[in-house]
């Protein structure tokens, strides 16, 4: 079992910018992949970002891609999603999840991949 705990989310104005964290506890967070995933009310969920065990392969949403960066710091067992630029859309909750990887270079952003999810963190952009 892996648990995580996202913290870091808030009300942010337009064009500002937050980090969320990702803890996790439980099981060497070193040996899974990571992502993270948001959801709007009346939305499905959708990928944000998601990235290696090891941390040296990274994927993106388009809606994204140059103002979000995912990054991980094993030692910490914990992950990270710098947000920038931040627009009233990116307002959603915010989950991460992690997946068992037996590859160092394996990502995916389908949810239905991740076998562990943390209960979410609120992050909500004013315009």
């Known amino acids: 079992q892996v648990q995580l705990v996202e913290s870091g989310g808030g009300l942010v104005q337009a064009g500002g910018s937050l980090r969320l964290s990702c803890a996790a506890s439980g099981r060497t967070f070193s040996s899974y992949a990571m992502g993270w995933f948001r959801q709007a009310p009346g939305k499905e969920r959708e990928a944000v970002a998601a990235?290696?065990?090891?941390?040296?392969?990274?994927d993106y949403a388009d809606s994204v891609k140059g103002r979000f960066t995912i990054s991980r710091d094993n030692a910490k067992n914990t992950g990270y999603l710098q947000m920038n630029s931040l627009k009233p859309e990116d307002t959603a909750v915010y989950y991460c999840?992690?997946?068992?990887?037996?590859?160092?270079?394996?990502?995916?952003?389908?949810?239905?991949?991740?076998?562990?999810w943390g209960q979410g963190t609120q992050v909500t952009v004013s315009s």
């Open positions: 990235i290696s065990r090891s941390g040296a392969s990274v």
């Open positions: 999840a992690a997946k068992y990887s037996y590859t160092y270079y394996y990502t995916s952003t389908e949810g239905g991949e991740y076998d562990y």
